[in-house]
């Protein structure tokens, strides 16, 4: 098996320093989680932003001083932009921070509902997203949270709008997505293109079952307060660091090593 690239998503859109006080808002706050989880073995930092207050935003200005502040801080990290955004940005709102060339960005393939708002991604759109990460040279991870959306991505590599091998993100446990077991993860590796690397980001109490599936079947881990607050049931998690450390050790058990961000640079042909 490769190596296992660990991937921290360090703060999203929705959740609250209410619901746990380590997730990060300001830029101090976000190049240090971002340091200390680089620092316990992740190679890729997924990086929404946040204002202050902890509204969330895609403000290219407030991307590039909060990139600036992590690159600093873990240089060879790889920094992967999210244009999920918050439901019910505009496509070129959730696109603006690809315009600073980070090395990743988030393509999300599909519709999806989130609890009782809708989170749009039209095919159209996708088409729009696709070609600016093209433009950039930005390396898309294909984010899908049903079945549907690997044929979404089948699509745009076929009127070459992407670029094999594609790399995809399972986002697994979101009610009316794809659930988070063994069975759906399988199904979904099955469905990918030839080639296609894939990591898995298991939500909430889901975290921990699926980055271990992901261990054992030759996979990629995501972990952080963004997917999940918790560290076990009723325990809050005391960093993203804390969430990083925990599959690290896990993986050295199992007998998979870490990659470092030069080597999951290979494994993902980014160039």
Partial sequence: MEKLIITCALTGAEVTKEQNPAVPYTVEEMAQSAYEAYKA?????HIHVREDDGTPTQSKERFKVILDAIREKCPDAILQVTTGGAVGMSDDERLAPVELRPE??????GTINFGDEVFVNSFPSLINFAKKMKEFNVKPEIEVFDRGMVENAKRLLKMGLLEAPLHFDFVLGVPSGMPADIDSL????????????????????????MAVYAILLGGHVRVGLEDN????????AKSNAQLVE??????KELGREIATPQEARRILNIK
């Fill in 41 to 45: 073995g992740a190679s890729i930092l």
């Fill in 104 to 109: 990743m960005a988030t393509l999300d393939a």
């Fill in 186 to 209: 399988t199904y979904m590796v099955r469905s990918l293109p030839e080639g296609s690397t894939w990591t898995v980001a298991g939500i909430g109490r889901y975290q921990l079952p």
């Fill in 229 to 236: 607050i918790y560290y076990n049931k009723g325990e809050l």
């Fill in 246 to 251: 925990r599959v690290v050790r896990i993986a």
